[in-house]
């Protein structure tokens, strides 16, 4: 069984960056899209960024011009960049890719954003 394995988690001072990557364990095909999402404790999972093949990327409103989200087709991973980082950006960030015929999440992040 395939999974997505995260890393690039941590602690970060608030201004600061981080970048986060997500790579498959073995061969994913037919990729529709790849997505991060983030939960913080008692809040439900929301949508982060997502690149949708043939439609671009899209980000939540809370992220758009800190974060980018980005691919490398030929290793399936999916990166996030996440620059000027907020105290409200805590939480526990999970990667997601949705092929033809399945849709695989990884196991989750942290990222701490405090002084």
């Known amino acids: 069984q395939v999974q997505l394995v995260e890393s690039g988690g941590g602690l970060v001072q608030p201004g600061g960056s981080l970048r986060l990557s997500c790579a498959p364990s073995?061969?994913?095909?037919?990729?529709?899209?790849m997505a991060w999402y983030r939960q913080s404790p008692g809040k439900q999972r929301e949508l982060v960024a997502t690149i949708i093949n043939g439609r671009g990327t899209n980000y939540a409103d809370s992220v758009k011009g800190r974060f980018t989200i980005s691919r490398d087709n030929a290793k399936n991973t999916v990166y996030l960049q996440m620059n000027s980082l907020k105290p409200e950006d805590t939480a526990v960030y999970y990667c997601?890719?949705?092929?033809?015929?399945?849709?695989?999440w990884g196991q989750g992040t942290q990222v701490t954003v405090s002084s």
């Open positions: 073995g061969s994913i095909f037919s990729i529709l899209s």
């Open positions: 997601n890719t949705v092929t033809s015929n399945n849709n695989y």
